[in-house]
T-cell receptor
Framework: DGGITQSPKYLFRKEGQNVTLSCEQN?????MYWYRQDPGQGLRLIYY???????QKGDIAEGYSVSREKKESFPLTVTSAQKNPTAFYLC????????????FGPGTRLTVL | EDQVTQSPEALRLQEGESSSLNCSYT??????LFWYRQDPGKGPEFLFT???AGEEKEKERLKATLTKKESFLHITAPKPEDSATYLC??????????FGTGTSLTVIP
């Protein structure tokens, strides 16, 4: 069954802690993206990766880090440097062709206590 | 600066009452315009891709159209299960994606 999985679905963090959000895909897509979604705002790009072992910062990368060691996986770490991390986090993938759409995972809701 | 504006922010329709959602965009070079449906607490679900002005695509009660400045998502005879937030996004020739804030649609039985 092809698709994108994100885990966990809900995550609670205390201030000062780092947390890692998982994103796995079996669509064989080259590109992977992390977005943040806040009420009343459009999706904002955190990081993206076009190929394994390479990634670029998006518009709001401060306080976040990523890795891309495998084509299937693109984990996002929310560090204690992120000032307002409570949000809904979405992972997306895209096929190699420049004209293709992104597909999204089910999301992880992070709440900082 | 590339950007996407969706209107209205929220729309309430009676079941069977057709209407349209608007997506206005400014982009340096359009590679594609995308429509997504998002249910509460879930990831966006892909609906349509439009590539050039004049293009139209249909799926069940939904029809998406594209001009050089905007796209419309027409909903014909909506049902309660069509209630969701509809997102519009554009991709420019630099392969950057820009998303609108969405239109929240409620269809009342």
């Amino acid at each position: 069954d092809g698709g994108i999985t994100q885990s966990p679905k809900y995550l609670f963090r205390k201030e000062g802690q780092n947390v890692t959000l998982s994103c796995e895909q079996n669509l064989n897509h080259d590109a992977m993206y992390w977005y943040r979604q806040d009420p009343g705002q459009g999706l904002r790009l955190i990081y993206y990766s076009q190929i394994v072992n390479d990634f670029q910062k998006g518009d709001i990368a401060e306080g976040y880090s990523v890795s891309r060691e495998k084509k299937e996986s693109f984990p996002l770490t929310v560090t204690s440097a992120q000032k307002n991390p409570t949000a809904f986090y979405l992972c997306a993938t895209k096929d190699r062709s420049s004209y293709n759409e992104q597909f999204f995972g089910p999301g992880t809701r992070l709440t900082v206590l | 600066e590339d950007q996407v504006t969706q209107s209205p922010e929220a729309l309430r329709l009676q079941e069977g009452e057709s209407s349209s959602l608007n997506c206005s965009y400014t982009v340096s070079g359009l590679r594609g315009l995308f429509w997504y449906r998002q249910d509460p607490g879930k990831g966006p679900e892909f609906l349509f891709t439009l590539y050039s002005a004049g293009e139209e695509k249909e799926k069940e009660r939904l029809k998406a159209t594209l001009t050089k400045k905007e796209s419309f998502l027409h909903i014909t005879a909506p049902k309660p299960e069509d209630s969701a937030t509809y997102l519009c996004a554009v991709q420019n020739t630099g392969n950057q994606f820009y998303f609108g804030t969405g239109t929240s649609l409620t269809v009342i039985p």
